[in-house]
């Protein structure tokens, strides 16, 4: 990924429909060679900027630069962006080989140089042999690679996915995630996925844009998100997340506090800055969170609380814990056959432990939303 | 399907339907058809109409260049008023299509309603409209852009214009259901890959629709051959069309013998055109589409 070089560069966009905005006063810039996710709940407005970006919608105000030339006013079939369509969208009526030597045809190449690139692209997806072949003869997954060397064969400047792998079953959309994420490497190309699934996009992309209600939530790498959610929104749309509430007692250092949490006071680490009284919420993923036995010695040091019921997941065991106050909070172990405690059985009491530093500080939202 | 399984488990409503439909298809379509085929091989009998001996007399003489050249003159102008509601009737089927689904009831609803009036009558209407008295030549000669009335009745464009005008709805029906079928999502990948207006029309909706197109044609071209009233009234006493033969034969001439060879000639003609369509459907079936996409 080459960082300094801006591919295209959203400035301003508004849209709206029938009065309601869905989008205003929105900026991006995508380098070239990332593979960036537009990350949120429908409604938020990502498929819109895919398709103003696409040229299939025109943005009411603000532009879209491609290279330096502004492209807002360019039709969809003049700009060097392609598209691979959530329900692939591929001509029926057309072999593979058609489908995916079209936009070759539309643009004029030359007949001699259709068939090698077309035999290419559908290498690269390993389906040359199937050329021959209508798209209702192929598989779901057959169908989505078709899709994808339909679009890569133009070799466009920039690759726009619309949820494009929401339609397959989860085993071959996690074997579909890697394909991806290799292709991309291999052609260098910018893909700008839309998805609403969070492990998808953190998966696959360099780079995650949170949206929600038309708002940017949160722009960084998939670590950023993940270990430190801006909001409370990111927090909990990204992954399961626990919610404890606080208060802070006393600022203790820089971006250091004593927290009270659950009855018991804490030291901990936050990015924010508080001053003492301030409500916080204390986040914890429920995979940073270990289940022990408990010890009366010790119990004063720890969050304690009843199992409530306790979840086999194969890979994981999930247990529901409530705590003192009544709050319910989620833990996921993985299993370690050695460890003699690791079962327990509901209503047992036990306390809970994580590693300093893991949890995240935030300022209380007042009107919170609903993930 | 056994025809004992299928007896034993249909309802009384569902018995009852299919009996009435197929008594009333035995005794209205089927007997008669019947009557039209013995008849085709019987001879004329100016006393009783029909008589023995049985021949193939009036198959051989269906044969005669006459006929063939009457035969090749009502397909060119059934033919000919195909393309011409084909033409008509798509751009039409289009805009409905890309209307929202309210307006489009109310389109097609307003595209029925002149045919609860009947077509006979219609046809009349026709007259009025392209005769020397007419209101095109009334028109044109009130602006002056013509000297005398054009000769618009009597010829075979009047036919034309009759056949297109009463058998429209068979074209549009068709096209505008399989249309209003088109995924829009592949108008707009088509797009994306770079394809313009008329590229798009040309390689997406058209192949797409071919089997509208097809079933349109079929339902023009098939009863445009019998038509005779329409070519009576507008073209003039001339065997334009097969019908005007048949007609011709049973009330004018009253060779029934005759005009029930011609009958079954006209029916196998058809069937076999049918079964053209069938066959080319059920290939196309299987390809997962009719056409090639133009390339």
């Known amino acids: 990924m080459n960082d300094s070089v801006a591919l295209l560069q959203l400035r301003g966009l508004e849209k709206s429909y029938a009065g309601h905005s869905i989008l205003s006063g929105f900026d991006l810039t995508i380098f070239d060679g990332e593979f960036f996710t537009l990350l949120g709940p429908s409604g938020c407005g990502k498929t819109t900027i895919l398709n103003m970006i696409a040229g299939m ?12 030339n502004d492209i807002s006013q360019v039709p969809a079939e003049k700009r060097p962006i392609n598209t691979v369509f959530q329900s692939y969208a591929l001509f029926p009526h057309m072999t593979v080989f058609d489908n995916v030597a079209f936009g070759l045809r539309m643009q004029g190449v030359e007949k001699k140089q259709i068939k090698p690139r077309v035999l290419e692209a559908l290498e690269m997806v390993q389906l040359a042999h199937l050329a021959d072949r209508k798209p209702a003869q192929l598989s779901g997954g057959q169908q989505q690679r078709v899709a994808i060397a339909r679009a890569v064969v133009n070799q466009p400047k920039v690759l726009l996915l619309d949820e494009s792998l929401s339609a397959l079953d989860y085993k071959l959309r ?20 839309v998805t609403h699934d969070q492990e998808e996009a953190l998966s696959m992309s360099d780079r995650i844009l949170v949206m929600h209600q038309g708002k940017v939530q949160q722009l960084g790498t998939p670590r950023q998100i993940y270990e430190n959610p801006a909001n409370l929104f990111v927090a909990r749309f990204i992954g399961e997340i626990n919610q404890l509430d606080g208060e802070i007692v006393s600022v203790d250092g820089d971006h250091t506090y004593d927290v009270k949490v659950e009855g018991l006071q804490w030291t901990l680490k936050a990015q924010h800055n508080f001053t003492a009284g301030d409500k916080v919420h204390v986040l914890l993923r429920p995979e940073d969170l270990r289940v022990e036995y408990i010890d009366d010695f010790h119990a004063s040091q720890y969050l304690v609380g009843t199992v409530v019921e306790r979840n086999y997941k194969g890979k994981t065991l999930d247990s529901l ?14 299993f370690n056959e050695d460890d003699p405690s690791f079962d327990y059985r509901p209503n047992q009491k036990v306390a809970l432990k994580w590693v300093p530093g893991w949890e995240v500080v935030m300022p209380a939202e007042k009107s919170e939303v609903a993930a | 399907m056994k025809l004992n399984n299928f007896t034993f488990n249909c309802g009384i409503f569902k018995c009852l339907a299919i009996g009435l439909a197929s008594l009333w298809l035995t005794l209205f379509v089927f007997f008669p058809s019947v009557l039209v085929m013995i008849t085709s091989f019987l001879t004329r009998d100016p006393q009783n109409t029909v008589a023995l001996p049985v021949n193939i007399a009036n198959y051989q003489k269906a044969f005669d260049p006459l006929y063939l050249q009457v035969f090749l003159d009502s397909l060119t102008m059934s033919v000919l008023a195909t393309i011409c509601c084909l033409l008509i009737a798509y ?12 307006l489009q009831a109310i389109a097609l609803f307003l595209m029925i309603v002149p045919f609860w009036t009947n077509s006979l009558v219609r046809t009349y209407a026709i007259q009025f409209i392209l005769g020397k008295q007419g209101l095109i030549n009334k028109a044109l000669l009130a602006l002056d852009a013509i000297d005398k009335p054009l000769q618009l009745m009597y010829t075979q464009g009047a036919v034309i214009i009759g056949l297109c005008y009463i058998l429209l709805p068979f074209m549009v029906l068709p096209l505008f259901s399989s249309l209003e079928k088109l995924d829009s999502k592949l108008q707009l990948a088509a797009q994306d890959l770079g394809a313009n207006a008329w590229q798009r029309f040309w390689h997406i909706t ?24 329409i070519a009576d009234l507008l073209g003039g006493a001339k ?18 013998p005759f005009g029930s060879a011609f009958s079954v000639l006209l029916m196998l003609l058809l069937a076999f055109m049918l079964w053209l369509y069938f066959r080319a459907a059920k290939f196309a079936n299987k390809q997962g589409g009719l056409g090639d996409a133009n390339f």
Not at chain 1, 176 to 183: A, C, F, P, S, Y
Not at chain 2, 206 to 229: K, N, R
Request: include cysteine; proline fraction near 5%.
């Open chain 1, 57 to 68: 919608e025109m943005p009411d105000a603000g532009s879209i630069v491609l290279l330096g």
């Open chain 1, 174 to 193: 996690q074997q579909m995630q890697l394909e991806l994420k290799r292709l991309q490497r291999k052609l260098g190309i910018t893909f700008i996925y």
């Open chain 1, 321 to 334: 814990i409530r705590l003192g106050s009544g709050i319910e909070v989620l833990a996921s172990e993985f």
């Open chain 2, 91 to 102: 751009p039409f089927a289009l805009a409905i299509s890309k209307l929202d689904k309210r």
């Open chain 2, 206 to 229: 058209i192949p797409l629709t071919m089997p509208g197109i097809v079933a349109g044609c079929l339902m023009v071209l098939l009863p445009s051959m019998g038509m005779y009233y």
């Open chain 2, 239 to 256: 065997n334009l069309l097969l019908g005007n033969v048949i007609k011709t034969q049973f009330l004018n001439t009253r060779d029934w």
